[in-house]
């Protein structure tokens, strides 16, 4: 079954103590990216990746630090986390074969990552 | 900057009958695609419909239909024969048209809360 898988669905940590929130495709994507969802601010992008070890900052990445060392992999390091950083998270990841007709890229979203720093 | 407006924070539909979602959206672009997404209590998000600007045609997916009229940057999803699985929060979306090797960033209304009654 194609999907995006993340792990841990929740987690609870306290201010200070690295993390590392996992993200895995299975659909040979060439495109990843994270985003965060936050009441009253609804989806924001944090970074994303266009191939192996090419990622950008997307437009909130401020706490963040992601790798791509393997195609099917794009984790979120959040190395000193922070209340503010109190959010859902979600990995999304679409084929971003060059010539695709970008109607048809479909991002796949995973399931989710409830993450509450104290 | 892209933005993109949903002004009903909550709708709520009786089974089987028929409801309209707004979205309002502000560009300059002239070609971008459009898109209507899906968040069920699990909050998964999953695709519902899709658009692109430069088609003039409204795009259907069984019980799902757009009204995009790009004049108007509005771009509503009908939701015919409701079901109780149609419950969720439904979120709009915008992409700008890119070429190979750019950032598929989706920018997103705040959603509308649909409930689907019995």
């Known amino acids: 079954e194609a999907q995006v898988t993340q792990n841990p669905r929740y987690l609870i940590t306290v201010t200070g103590k690295k993390l590392t929130v996992t993200c895995s495709q299975n659909m040979n994507h060439e495109y990843m990216s994270w985003y965060r969802q936050d009441p009253g601010l609804g989806l924001r992008q944090i970074y994303y990746?266009?191939?192996?070890?090419?990622?950008d900052k997307g437009d909130v990445p401020e706490g963040y630090k992601v790798s791509r060392k393997e195609k099917r992999n794009f984790p979120l390091i959040l190395e000193s986390p922070s209340p503010n950083q109190t959010s859902l998270y979600f990995c999304?990841?679409?084929?971003?074969?060059?010539?695709?007709?970008?109607?048809?890229?479909?991002?796949?979203f995973g399931p989710g990552t409830r993450l509450t720093v104290l | 900057a892209q933005t993109v407006t949903q002004s009903q924070p909550e709708m709520s539909v009786q089974e089987a009958e028929t409801v309209t979602l707004s979205c309002t959206y502000d560009t300059s672009e002239n070609n971008y695609y459009l898109f209507w997404y899906k968040q069920p209590p699990s909050r998964q998000m999953i695709l519902v419909i899709r658009?692109?600007?430069?088609k003039q045609q409204n795009a259907t997916e069984n019980r799902f239909s757009v009204n995009f009229q790009k004049a108007a940057k509005s771009f509503s999803l009908k939701i015919s024969d409701s079901q109780l699985g149609d419950t969720a929060m439904y979120f709009c979306a915008f992409m700008k048209h890119v070429s190979a090797g750019n950032n598929r960033k989706l920018i997103w209304g705040l959603g509308t809360s649909l409930a689907v009654n019995p």
């Open positions: 990746s266009m191939n192996v070890e090419v990622t």
């Open positions: 999304a990841s679409s084929s971003g074969i060059p010539g695709q007709a970008l109607l048809t890229d479909t991002q796949y």
């Open positions: 658009q692109e600007a430069y």
